[in-house]
């Protein structure tokens, strides 16, 4: 069974830190790019941060450039979202997302929902002010 599942959402304070994870199963892992959505109420979905199959590629939305790292552990089928210096702007529903590789680059994808193939249920974020 083809899924994707989030997890370690929650509430923080302003400036604080989570951790996301995402781990897949039921579809060929090495062979996707890992992406984070997140949309909040009335807004959007937007790309947050992205990471090619083999994790020698990433990339961030301007929005959270400095304050999130992402990574990968193909071993495990993880990807992992390192969120620092949350802002209540952060605040949204994260997805995570697979995209097979190479059919465009990391930042277009992290850009386009469209080229996602699978899709998480997604965690809740909330930063309080």
């Known amino acids: 069974q083809l899924q994707l599942v989030e997890s370690g959402g929650g509430l923080v304070q302003f400036g604080g830190s989570l951790t996301l994870s995402c781990v897949g199963s039921?579809?060929?892992?090495?062979?996707?790019?890992i992406n984070w959505f997140r949309q909040a109420p009335g807004k959007e979905r937007e790309g947050v941060s992205c990471?090619?199959?083999?994790?020698?590629?990433?990339h961030y939305a301007d929005s959270v450039k400095g304050r999130f790292t992402i990574s990968r552990d193909n071993a495990k089928k993880k990807v992992y979202l390192q969120m620092n210096n949350l802002k209540p702007e952060d605040t949204a529903t994260y997805y995570c997302?697979?995209?097979?590789?190479?059919?465009?680059?990391?930042?277009?994808?992290?850009?386009?929902?469209?080229?996602?193939?699978?899709w998480g249920q997604g965690t809740q974020v909330t930063v309080s002010g």
């Open positions: 997302a697979a995209g097979l590789q190479h059919i465009t680059s990391v930042q277009a994808m992290c850009v386009a929902p469209h080229f996602s193939d699978y």
């Open positions: 039921g579809f060929s892992w090495d062979y996707y790019n």
């Open positions: 990471i090619s199959s083999s994790g020698d590629s990433t």
